[in-house]
T-cell receptor
């Protein structure tokens, strides 16, 4: 069965500094990987995804993520954090080897950008 | 062009009552999903559906029932609500390689 781990409940970063939100996954086959962001009282918004190809994926709002197969990781990064990046971030995985189409989410990491 | 619409936005119900949360998509996506979001647990999959009349259990299906008589609708029913089902519920559909989520229903069981 697939699973996702986000080891940090909260990450604090000063505005202007680089940020990293960690994610590791476990699947039996090859993964589809996703990052979503949730602002207060809102649904989830898609940030980026890895399907195949280049291990460095660029997404919305200046975010990027690097797929590392050997470490089974898909960390979310941004070179310079903004206060408006403060939100709840979810990593998710879908196992390509499964016939069903479900994706499994991590528990989320709250990102707090300090002005 | 709303995409996925969930209703109601907020709901308070009493323990033991039946309550149905609605989800409607304006596309014709085959796959639809129901998740619940709880502090410390993130999003957990309740049920999903591959097409009309095809549904399957997710991680936490107990106490919930779903149906999918039409492709565009995927209602979630709590047959006898319990306080542990107080949560925020999100519906989603698969769009290509990604997924689009509704705005959620905040359900409180008192």
């Amino acid at each position: 069965a697939q699973s996702v781990a986000q080891p940090e409940d909260q990450v604090n970063v000063a505005e202007g500094n680089p940020l990293t939100v960690k994610c590791t996954y476990s699947v039996s086959g090859n993964p589809y990987l996703f990052w979503y962001v949730q602002y207060p009282n809102r649904g989830l918004q898609f940030l980026l995804k890895y399907i195949t190809g280049d291990n460095l994926v660029k997404g919305s709002y200046g975010f990027e993520a690097e797929f590392n197969k050997s470490q089974t990781s898909f960390h979310l990064k941004k070179p310079s954090a903004l206060v408006s990046d403060s939100a709840l971030y979810f990593c998710a995985v879908r196992d390509r080897g499964n016939r069903d189409d479900k994706i499994i989410f991590g528990k989320g990491t709250r990102l707090h950008i300090l002005p | 062009d709303a995409g996925i619409t969930q209703s109601p936005r907020y709901k308070i119900t009493e323990t033991g009552r039946q309550v149905t949360l609605m989800c409607h998509q304006t596309w014709s996506h085959s796959y639809m999903f129901w998740y619940r979001q709880d502090l410390g647990h993130g999003l957990r999959l309740i049920y999903y559906s591959a097409a009309a009349d095809i549904t399957d259990k997710g991680e936490v299906p107990d106490g919930y029932v779903v149906s999918r008589s039409k492709t565009e609708n995927f209602p979630l029913t709590l047959e006898s609500a319990t306080r542990s089902q107080t949560s925020v519920y999100f519906c989603a559909s698969r769009t290509g390689d990604g997924y689009t989520f509704g705005s959620g229903t905040r359900l409180t069981v008192v």
